[in-house]
């Protein structure tokens, strides 16, 4: 168990539909990171939040939208969903910041399937 | 900018066999972190070892070696007494020290275990 939480675990939606996915970060892990990964491919950088403030963008499309609370815990928004969205959705959280080594952990996932 | 190349799609090795996956890394900075992650069939994503590279000592982790060549930009990962549990895909993975934390992930290589 890696401390990362996610839900819901699965998830079945239309096209067309709005959903979004919930990640609980580490305890004292002040960055959350989402990632999105398709059947038998890589991991695909979302984005990254920072104690609450965006740091880095990947490959996010206009649809999609994240945001970190106060409590640290992340929403990951995903819109007007397309067939080619169903895909695994990771969140991971770390430590990092300036001299501190900071490796991720990964929550088990969010199983997305679009209809 | 910083890329991470996995040259190799799939590897295979015997069982009780010692297994060799390579990484290489592209990047200006003098310090930063590399990491290996490995994918099970349960999708879930598990930190296998870390390296600072200012460290020249390579990490080591039970039966997991990693031989970290800082001038060559290589960090491959030896799997040694390869067990049927290693079948996975695993990732090598980079994060500067500073700026916006934001992990770069290889490709993955697809490691399988004959019996």
């Known amino acids: 168990d890696s401390g990362v939480t996610q839900t819901p675990k699965h998830l079945i939606t239309a096209t067309g539909q709005r959903v979004t996915l919930r990640c609980s970060p580490r305890s004292g892990d002040l960055s959350v990171y989402w990632y999105q990964q398709s059947l038998d491919q890589g991991l695909q950088f979302l984005i990254q939040?920072?104690?609450?403030?965006?740091?880095a963008k990947g490959n996010i499309l206009e649809r999609f939208s994240a945001q970190q609370f106060p409590d640290l815990h992340s929403e990951l928004n995903l819109s007007s969903l397309e067939l080619g969205d169903s895909a695994l959705y990771f969140c991971a959280s770390s430590v990092a910041s300036q001299g501190l080594m900071g490796e991720q952990y990964f929550g088990p996932g969010t199983r997305l399937t679009v209809t | 900018a910083q890329t991470v190349t996995q040259s190799q799609p799939e590897m295979s090795v015997q069982e009780a066999e010692t297994v060799t996956l390579s990484c290489t890394y592209d990047?200006?900075?003098?310090?930063?972190?590399l990491f290996w992650y490995k994918q099970p069939p349960s999708r879930q994503m598990i930190l296998v070892i870390r390296q600072e590279a200012y460290k020249q000592q390579n990490a080591t982790e039970n039966r997991f070696s990693v031989n970290f060549q800082k001038a060559a930009k290589s960090f491959s990962l030896k799997i040694s007494d390869s067990q049927l549990g290693d079948a996975a895909m695993y990732f090598c993975?980079?994060?500067?020290?500073?700026?916006?934390?934001?992990?770069?992930f290889g490709t993955g290589t697809r490691l399988k275990v004959l019996a």
């Open positions: 993975a980079y994060r500067s020290p500073s700026g916006t934390y934001k992990y770069i």
């Open positions: 990047t200006s900075e003098s310090d930063y972190y």
């Open positions: 939040y920072y104690n609450g403030e965006e740091r």
